[in-house]
């Protein structure tokens, strides 16, 4: 009778301290988890210049100063669209949080919104389009593999 009482003592001896561990082993890839997803990214940082960190690891060295010259070029066009937006955008949430809720504020708003978000695109387009044009067919096609591929679902070479 004493044997059978020590197997679920050594038993839970065991279990506990594995426990732990897996516990914290899984706590510790979670929290590894959300740190990539938001520390890897800074906030500071504006889609201009992703877009130029992403081009610049990409494309041959050349390639990318041509690229990046064409898009620095009309910075100023599309960071006062970009202005334009942002205040639209804060209208935007104004009127969303605005007590009473106005139909017609918001129906406004939107439609602010979205023209300066097409103002925005519109003023970037263009320069996209000459940017691109400074690059080869291969570097185009290593931008589409490797980057906004995943992205709209091109697949790879």
């Known amino acids: 009778m004493a044997e059978s009482a020590a197997r679920p003592r050594d038993w839970r001896r065991i279990a506990l301290p594995c426990s732990i561990v897996l516990n914290l082993f899984l706590l510790a890839v979670i929290g590894g988890h959300f740190y990539s997803r938001y520390a890897a990214r ?44 942002l205040a639209a955008r804060q209208e935007l949430l104004a009127q969303l949080t605005a007590d009473p809720y106005s139909k017609a504020g918001m129906t406004q708003a939107l439609k602010d919104w979205k023209a300066a978000w097409d103002g925005v695109s519109g003023e970037f387009s263009g320069t996209l389009v000459d940017a691109l044009a400074t ?21 790879g070479p």
């Open 42 to 85: 800074p906030q500071d940082k504006t889609m201009l210049s992703r877009l130029l960190a992403r081009v610049e690891t990409t494309l041959p060295a050349d390639e990318a100063a041509a690229f990046k010259a064409v898009i620095l070029r009309d910075q100023d066009k599309y960071f006062a669209a970009r202005k334009k937006l």
């Open 135 to 155: 690059v080869s067919p291969q570097g185009r096609r290593r931008l589409v593999t490797e980057h906004w591929g995943r992205r709209f679902g091109v697949p």
